[in-house]
């Protein structure tokens, strides 16, 4: 028992420090971490350089090198790191020889390799060398691993991988060096840490994201949750590094969106057995039907059913219309082909009938909006009769989703200074959900509003704007700066659903019904379809793009409920929207480096590394007041 107070308070604070740190030991340890390699043949050129095709190698090519030649491999890292060498995988076909290893002129450790005589063969087999031993520690920037052969046979030896251990954890750097990052960025919270802040703070971070290598997904997507969150400011700024690139394009390689529902080819129309195939989420029967002996006619049903994905998983195929296409093979004499559909509402559409003429194009049949239902249970049916003579091929059949409509706008405030646009989107993923907007400043209402957006007047422009705020009906809201001096405009790229959400929903919503706006002051008071509601404020400067939050009442358990859900895309550290976190100005975090919960009342979710999408896209902070 502690009779002095002090003594006591301290004794418990070292322990829970060293209790923390124990754990966080014990963590490293039972973390089993995989390397990052360099591929051999990738160093720089020297002087007599041999690249050497070998199939077994790990990029089917090794370096060759000899007694007394000594090579360099540049790799970057992205923040100060401990590096260890686990393994240098070489092939030789002699006596063995000894290379010393080095990273900026600090030794790592020999290689000694093991003699062998396969009379040239054994140049195709790889061996490692084990663990060197030492670590050394690195700043982030440019090094180089270099080998030099300090003794060997005429034959020389051959490198084909090095193996590297980051034991300050490899989601947070790129060998990469066309990856620039910066290890000195981050944002001063103005909170004090009294040591005890990260366990007793009343909001916290929940990681929920996945990894993902689609660039136009938003993988990341990190709850946060606050015992009252009466009050908080959501503020966006340019990001810190400097950049004068201003990429902005989407980038759809490795996504799977595609405009094809689920197409089948090569279809022999039997006329004596039932043909079945399956692509994808559909499948497909031919089945031969009735034959007329005195018209020499018979009939083939055709039956393909399938399922889409809809509103549950922030997707409108189930939603939207579709287009069949059918392109046929050897008609020669005309074919008659009717089609239905089965869907929504449980039965069978009445025929649509079309007579085919021609092998040269595709026929067509348009399904509406709203035929089709979430998931499985959706059918299409056609009916072909052709002479039987014919032997007729269907070379491709394709449900295809219909095109959409560009956005509607309308002005709904303009006075010089400030635009706000309120939009009607084709088909919004919120099917049955539309909200109001009011402009206070004339009573006007709008009905059936998908999203609003609000325009500044750009300050060293006559006569240009730039959006600062966009707002959609199901929550999520999109920030940006004044754009920049010298620029047309700059992307958006994170974004934060304020409202309270499902944080276990694959795309979480927190639906508006309405909204009444003071043009003038940019206030706006939002009501929910929860029975939710709360008030933002905009303040607008030239460094940040400001929305105060207060008076918030809510309809759900905030334990339950997250009252903010930060939303954006990592893929790799130089192709994200973000990938870093800070929390009340302690050590940031890697957006994807293993936490599970951060506790804190301010955080910023930044971006060390200069970024190949939406490069000048905005860092995003939220800072809880009550």
Not at 128 to 134: A, D, H, R, W
């Amino acid at each position: 028992m502690c009779c002095n107070t002090c003594t006591c308070n301290q004794d418990i604070m070292k322990l829970l420090h060293y209790t923390v740190y124990t754990i966080f030991l014990a963590g490293l340890v039972s973390v089993q971490a995989s390397p990052d390699v360099l591929e051999a043949e990738n160093a720089a050129f020297f002087e007599g350089k041999q690249v050497i095709p070998r199939s077994d190698a790990s990029g089917q090519a090794t370096l060759k090198i000899y007694k007394g030649q000594a090579v360099s491999i540049e790799f970057c890292l992205t923040k100060h790191s401990e590096i260890e060498v686990q393994n240098v995988w070489y092939s030789n076909d002699g006596e063995s020889d000894l290379i010393t290893v080095t990273v900026d002129n600090k030794g790592l450790g020999k290689v000694v390799t093991e003699p062998l005589n396969k009379d040239g063969e054994g140049w195709n087999i790889f061996r490692p060398s084990g663990p060197l031993g030492s670590i050394v520690y690195l700043s982030e920037g440019r090094h180089q691993i270099s080998f030099y052969v300090e003794k060997g046979d005429e034959y020389g030896v051959e490198i084909d991988k090095i193996e590297l251990l980051l034991h300050n954890g490899k989601e947070e750097n790129s060998l990469d060096c066309k990856v620039f990052c910066f290890d000195d960025i981050s944002y001063d919270h103005g909170i004090a840490d009294t040591g005890f802040g990260l366990y007793t703070s009343k909001g916290k971070l929940v990681q929920k994201s996945k990894k993902t290598l689609c660039a136009e997904e938003d993988n990341i997507h990190i709850p946060i949750f606050h015992d009252s969150a009466r009050k908080y400011i959501i503020s966006a700024n340019l990001p810190q590094y400097t950049s004068f690139a201003n990429s902005r394009m989407a980038d759809w390689e490795n996504c799977k969106m595609t405009q094809s529902l689920w197409s089948f080819r090569d279809i022999e129309l039997s006329q004596t057995q039932r043909v079945t195939q399956a692509s994808g989420v559909a499948t497909m029967s031919v089945t031969p039907l009735d034959t007329d002996q005195q018209s020499h006619l018979i009939s083939y049903g055709l039956i393909i059913e399938f399922s889409l994905d809809g509103p549950s998983l922030g997707m409108m195929d189930s939603e939207l219309g579709s287009i069949i296409k059918v392109y046929f093979r050897g008609i020669i004499m005309p074919v008659d082909v009717s089609m239905q559909y089965f869907g929504r509402r449980s039965q069978w559409s009445e025929s649509t009938n079309k007579t085919v003429h021609s092998n040269k194009t595709w026929d067509t049949w348009n399904v509406p909006d709203f035929a089709w239902r979430e998931g499985r249970g959706n059918s299409i049916r056609l009916t072909i009769t052709a002479f039987k003579e014919d032997q007729i091929q269907i070379g491709e059949i394709v449900m295809d989703k219909r095109g959409q409509v560009i956005d509607q706008s309308l002005m709904a405030y303009y006075d010089g200074m400030t635009i706000i646009e309120v939009v009607d989107m084709d088909v919004w993923w919120r099917v049955n959900e539309t909200m109001t907007l009011k402009t206070l400043n004339n009573g006007r209402v709008f009905q059936g509003v998908d999203y609003f957006r609000i325009y500044r007047k750009i300050p060293w422009s006559e006569k240009d704007f730039c959006q600062v705020f966009v707002m959609y009906q199901d929550g999520n809201v999109r920030l940006l700066p004044i754009t920049p001096h010298g620029l047309d405009w700059i992307p958006f790229g994170s974004s934060i659903l304020i409202g309270q959400s499902d944080h276990m929903a694959f795309r979480p919503a927190a639906p508006l019904r309405h909204a009444d706006i003071d043009p003038k002051e940019l206030t706006i008071q939002l009501t929910y379809w929860d029975g939710s509601f709360l008030s933002l404020k905009l303040d607008i400067t030239m460094k940040e793009t400001m929305v105060i939050v207060s008076d918030a009442v809510y309809a759900r358990p905030l334990a339950s409920y997250p009252f903010l859900t930060f939303r954006s895309m990592w893929v790799a550290d130089g192709n994200a929207d973000v990938d870093h976190v800070g929390v009340d100005g302690n050590e940031p975090h890697h957006i994807l480096s293993g936490w599970e919960t951060l506790r804190g009342t301010s955080y910023a979710f930044f971006r060390k590394c200069i970024s190949k999408h939406n490069t000048l896209s905005p860092d995003l902070r939220v800072k809880i007041i009550d």
